[in-house]
């Protein structure tokens, strides 16, 4: 804890929030200097979106003190935080889609004529000054359901700087952008330092850290850990602070050894929402013990091929087998009765009924099997058994978390019931898409972790990641997806990512 | 002792009853500015409801099909379907038993389970018809059940002209035959010897004697226990929850979404029906009337299950309220002159102080005053140790 002193933009001692009798954070410490970019590091669930909703004023602390510029203050709400120079931008935007961006822009702190007519040419101007000065590229008159969700963002950041921040918030900003958008959003950052601004930004992605990051806060569990400078750590004792134990970054896997085709897609044609061919003509076979990884940027079919396998939406032309038996224009149902088992990209709108208890949620699909329940009847016993071996066997935490309520957990801990609950059905074709999305490096290494052991269980594992990396490490084949069918298929180890980065865009390399 | 404060405005069940105080508090103020002296009219309302035994019942009588149609709503609620169509399908009930009941004649156990059949099935097919349009077309429940209800209204008036149904020189259909009533020892209270035990027992006298006291409300009792077993207890409560609370992560995880639309709505248009069911054969004057409105029934059924929020059993209580408030609006109205609409006003106060009371949790959390987390743990120690104890 450093002394408090008007060098540090934003210093919180001591803080404690609890909910209920959950403690999400326990005599937690932040200092941040001027001028710096400060990240916060924890794993999911380790409370660091509470901390900033603290500083921000959506939560108040049960105790704990909060000095801006070396003065205490108290901060009751977020029109507080913003009075006091604090903006934040959170995970999921808050903008009205059918606005344009200098309306969104305003909105709430709109200039006037007299008091009453809106001066939205004013308004315009000072927005574009803005973009000017940070290099935040935007059209301030586009739709903001027109732009990109990278653009969408730099909104978010306008509206905090024209209502005149000086500190940033940033949660999880990357996690929605592509690779090119992180690295503008890196240099608008770098910008917004030079001008005296300070920004905080959440995150869990190490690579970002080392390359935007002054210092760096660890958070583990409600606890604080440690502050450190970046320059001079490595990315390895980064994540072993975070997780409190050493962390393998590099996923270790015995070689292959596939047996039967387990899924087989035959010249699959599926429509997307405005009838167009989203999937044309897409083959694929997974075998029995390999994880085969798709590899492609979102749009060009996945999702489509998804809800297709998944029965969600029908097939036009085509065949989905699985261990012979075709599957396709069924029910989802269907599907599962004969082997399938999908583990969600969306875990809160397809994998959880967030608002039932996690016991609930853990018989979500095995509350059918007539093993589990023989009766008109939910076994309530059989169902609090199976859910404690869950817990037990993923390290789901809080321990106690069966009767609460699922939405009330942190996303790692959410996907691991998912998992769970998925991989107890016995499958013998295991999808999972984007599945690691929003999760610290602990909870990944546990989901590739099982889906290794999967595989190697004799399971057929097909993955869908828009993550290069994950998809590159952990699949023993990788099909790149574009513009709805198999561009190449490759061996693990075969290509580099550039090579198959210029595959996903649509180019070859030589002899494929 | 603030803390105990704040633990009663997080109990929903608290909260409502706190609204409900609320709301005859600020009907006072109404009758009041309206003229009428509020205590007064206030003490009238509730000896009105409660003051005799046959008060009482009467109170419970009138009840009744309101409890049902509020059940219906609360079950298509819980499963994320907005049952505006109560008051249709509670008519299309009242036809059915009345079309089966008057025509048919069998003896009394027979004919009473063909009437109430009769009115259930034709209830669950008339919501289940709801439920397919949007299950397989994905008309809105609400939009194509408000058309529904309106069929039903001019079904009953055809219906009650019709030449086969219409009693000649009246507004109305004939009577279910005796056979199918469900009051309670109809023929042994006009009997000698219950006349004579009744004059006897004046308790008795005014419970039995004075009303058409019938089966539903034990009936109520029980669908609502049936309706809280099934949801929380059966797979196929669970199936129709997991579609309420999350349509998407239901359908995607393979439970057939559409199919347990249909199921709900069913269920819930049966509900309303059982309702319309123990009102025909229940009560006065056991025969369809032409109608120039609807009666409410079903809406009233809204209400029911708003101030209920949805728990059946909750249901049982606000039927209750609100048909005490009816009855004993008419008492009202009798001894102080005070019209119907000052009863609605007031009934109307309640819905919507239970809609606010809802916010107050949220309000709480939000204005929540800091606490050393030391004192807290200590606290919570203590509960500890005393659950322990216990």
């Keep these: ?12 001692h001591g803080i404690t929030k609890s909910f209920g009798s959950f403690y999400a ?30 500083l921000y004023g959506l939560y108040q602390a049960d105790s704990g003190r909060i000095y801006l510029n070396g003065k205490e203050v108290s901060i009751k709400n977020p029109t507080a935080a913003i009075e006091n120079g604090i903006g934040m931008v959170h995970q999921h935007f808050m903008l009205v889609d059918t606005f344009t961006v200098t309306q969104n822009i305003v909105l709430g702190a709109e200039s006037t004529k007299g008091g009453i007519a809106l001066d939205m040419k004013k308004a315009k101007a000072n927005v574009l000054e803005l973009v000017a000065k940070y290099g935040l590229d935007v059209n301030p008159d586009a739709l903001v359901r027109d732009i990109t969700v990278g653009m969408q963002q730099r909104v978010e950041i306008l509206k905090a700087l024209y209502r005149g921040c000086e500190t940033l918030i940033l949660d999880e900003p990357t996690a929605v952008l592509t690779a090119q958008e992180i690295d503008d959003l890196i240099k608008i950052m770098k910008a917004l330092i030079k001008d005296g601004k300070t920004i905080i ?35 390895d004792e980064l994540a072993e602070k975070m997780v409190g134990h050493a962390v393998k970054l590099v996923v270790e896997k015995t070689p292959a050894k596939p047996k039967e085709t387990v899924l087989d897609i035959q010249g699959l044609y599926v429509k997307n929402d405005q009838g167009l061919d989203a999937v044309k003509d897409f083959n694929l076979q997974v075998h029995s013990g390999e994880i085969v990884g798709i590899a492609g940027i979102d749009g060009n079919g996945q999702k489509e091929l998804m809800q297709a396998v998944n029965n969600l939406v029908p097939s036009t032309k085509g065949t989905i087998k699985i261990n012979g038996h075709e599957i ?59 859910t404690e071996k869950l817990i037990k066997q993923y390290d789901i935490r809080p321990e106690t978390c069966g009767p609460v309520y699922a939405g009330a957990l942190s996303g790692g801990n959410q996907q691991k019931i998912i998992i769970g609950r998925e991989i107890a059905n016995d499958p013998k ?26 595989r190697d269980k004799g399971v057929a594992v097909l993955l869908i990641s828009y993550e290069l990396d994950e998809v590159m490490q952990v699949s023993d084949r990788i099909a790149v997806m574009y513009d709805g069918h198999v561009q190449a298929i490759f061996k693990q180890g075969e290509v580099d990512n550039r090579q198959i980065g210029l595959v996903m865009a649509g180019g070859s390399i030589d002899g494929k | 002792m603030e803390s105990k404060v704040r633990k009663a405005l997080r109990n929903p069940f608290a909260l409502t009853i706190i609204a409900i105080i609320l709301g005859f508090i600020i009907a006072m103020f109404i009758l009041a500015v309206a003229g009428f002296p509020p205590f007064k009219s206030v003490g009238i309302l509730i000896k009105g409801m409660l003051g005799t035994p046959k008060d009482f019942t009467a109170v419970i009588i009138k009840s009744t099909p309101i409890i049902f149609t509020g059940l219906g709503v609360a079950f298509a609620m819980k499963t994320g379907l907005f049952n505006i169509g109560g008051e249709g399908q509670y008519m299309v009930g009242c036809i059915a038993a009345v079309a089966i009941g008057s025509w048919l004649d069998f003896p009394a156990p027979l004919q009473i389970i063909f009437t109430v059949l009769a009115a259930v099935l034709a209830s ?14 994905g008309i809105h429940e609400v939009i194509s059940s408000i058309m529904l209800n309106w069929i039903a209204l001019y079904l009953n008036n055809w219906f009650t002209n019709t030449n086969f149904y219409h009693k000649p020189n009246t507004m109305g259909s004939y009577p279910v035959r005796e056979s199918a009533y469900t009051m309670i020892l109809p023929q042994w209270k006009r009997s000698e010897a219950g006349l004579a035990v009744l004059r006897n027992n004046k308790f008795l006298l005014q419970v039995l004697g004075r009303n058409d006291v019938n089966v539903g409300f034990i009936v109520a009792i029980a669908a609502s226990v049936l309706v809280t077993w099934i949801l929380t207890r059966t797979r196929k409560g669970f199936e129709l929850r997991a579609v309420g609370s999350n349509i ?37 004057p056991h025969l369809l009337n032409t109608l120039s409105s609807s009666e409410n029934i079903g809406f009233n059924g809204l209400s029911v299950a708003f101030i209920a929020q949805n728990s059946p059993i909750g249901c049982i209580f606000a039927g209750l309220l ?23 006003i007031i009934i109307g106060v309640i819905v919507f102080l239970v809609a606010l009371s809802i916010l107050i949790p949220r309000f709480l959390d939000t204005h929540t005053k800091k606490e050393k987390p030391q004192e807290v743990t200590a606290k919570e120690k203590e509960k500890k140790k005393g659950a322990g104890n216990v």
């Design chain 1, 201 to 235: 930004i959440i995150t869990h992605k190490l690579k970002e850290i080392q390359a935007s990051s002054d210092e760096c806060t660890i958070i583990r569990r409600g606890h604080y850990i440690d502050t450190v400078p970046v320059k001079g750590v490595s990315e």
């Design chain 2, 322 to 344: 609100f048909g005490g408030l009816l009855y004993g609006g008419a008492t009202l109205q009798s001894q102080l002159g005070a019209p119907t609409e000052i009863i609605n």
């Design chain 1, 429 to 454: 074709l295991l999808i999972a898409i984007q599945p690691t999305r929003g999760l610290d490096v602990g909870a990944i290494e546990t989901v590739h972790r099982t889906l290794i052991e999967e």
């Design chain 1, 1 to 12: 804890m450093a002394e408090v002193s008007n060098e540090y933009a934003v210093q919180m």
């Design chain 1, 25 to 54: 954070l326990t005599d937690v410490n932040l200092d941040v200097k001027k001028g710096t970019i400060h990240s916060i590091l924890g794993e999911n669930g380790a409370g660091k979106s509470t901390l900033m909703n603290v």
């Design chain 2, 248 to 284: 998407h992560a239901a359908r995607y995880t393979g439970i057939d979404v559409e199919k347990n639309m249909i199921q709900s709505m069913m269920i819930s248009g049966a509900l309303c029906g059982l309702g319309a069911a123990f009102y025909i054969t229940g009560q006065q």
């Design chain 1, 328 to 386: 396709q224009n069924h029910t989802p149902r269907y599907g599962q009765d004969h082997g399938m088992s999908i583990i969600p990209e969306d875990r809160h709108k397809d994998g959880l009924v967030l608002s039932f208890s996690c016991y609930e949620n853990a018989i979500l699909e095995k509350y059918r099997d007539p093993k589990f329940n023989p009766g008109f009847t939910i076994d309530r016993k059989k169902m609090v058994e199976f």
């Design chain 2, 124 to 137: 669950a097919l008339y919501a289940g018809l709801v439920g397919l349009l949007k299950a397989k077309k």
